[in-house]
T-cell receptor, first 112, second 114 residues
Framework: DAGVTQSPTHLIKTRGQQVTLRCSPISGHKSVSWYQQVLGQGPQFIFQYYEKEERGRGNFPDRFSARQFPNYSSELNVNALLLGDSALYLC???????????FGSGTRLTVV | AQSVTQPDIHITVSEGASLELRCNYSYGATPYLFWYVQSPGQGLQLLLKYFSGDTLVQGIKGFEAEFKRSQSSFNLRKPSVHWSDAAEYFCAVGATSGTYKYIFGTGTRLKVLA
């Protein structure tokens, strides 16, 4: 069975640019969450989506946005990139909102 | 405020020795608790989880964890460490009030000596 897949695996962007990260959940999983992991820290919650609706948002600026599609895949968008946005972005999926999540391998974003 | 504390940033053990990684949490209700492992440059792999019931939880790769409500702890243990266990370990609380999300600790990096 395919796990949570994220693309691209690595990305280099310039300050001020915009980026879109993609996530395909495990088949049958309807909930997707996004986390940011800065080097040396634990992951921080960004968004949660369930059945295509935003169920929660972490303490991130409006430059961060996301959406979930009818097939339950998801995109995370970050506008006006800052150096501090450099991080590993993790997507996680689950059958239900409040259940155990399976994480993907992440997208490593470097902003220069 | 909800939080997770992993007091040990780095731990070094010899191969074959026992291991205990500490995790303390602050959460108002009965939490969902998780341990994840992360190899360099990789995502998070779930080792074990506690939702309710038996407070001693068995996981993959020979790991176990014990939920102690009185101590607000969920320590991870392994009786005999293998070199392949070297990685970073994260404890997390599943916060169920309001938005369901994970609150992670800052992680413990495990080094295994041959």
């Amino acid at each position: 069975d395919a796990g949570v897949t994220q693309s691209p695996t690595h990305l280099i962007k310039t300050r001020g640019q915009q980026v879109t990260l993609r996530c395909s959940p495990i088949s049958g999983h309807k909930s997707v969450s996004w986390y940011q992991q800065v080097l040396g820290q634990g992951p921080q919650f960004i968004f949660q989506y369930y059945e295509k609706e935003e169920r929660g948002r972490g303490n991130f600026p409006d430059r961060f946005s996301a959406r979930q599609f009818p097939n339950y895949s998801s995109e995370l968008n970050v506008n006006a990139l800052l150096l501090g946005d450099s991080a590993l972005y993790l997507c996680a999926s689950s059958l239900l909102v409040d259940y155990g999540y399976t994480f993907g391998s992440g997208t490593r974003l470097t902003v220069v | 405020a909800q939080s997770v504390t992993q007091p040990d940033i780095h731990i070094t053990v010899s191969e074959g020795a026992s291991l205990e990684l500490r995790c303390n949490y602050s959460y108002g209700a009965t939490p969902y608790l998780f341990w994840y492992v992360q190899s360099p440059g990789q995502g998070l792999q779930l080792l074990l989880k506690y939702f309710s019931g038996d407070t001693l939880v068995q996981g993959i790769k020979g790991f176990e964890a014990e939920f102690k409500r009185s101590q607000s702890s969920f320590n991870l243990r392994k009786p005999s460490v293998h070199w392949s266990d070297a990685a970073e370990y994260f404890c997390a609380v599943g916060a169920t009030s309001g938005t369901y999300k994970y609150i992670f600790g800052t992680g413990t990096r495990l080094k295994v000596l041959a």
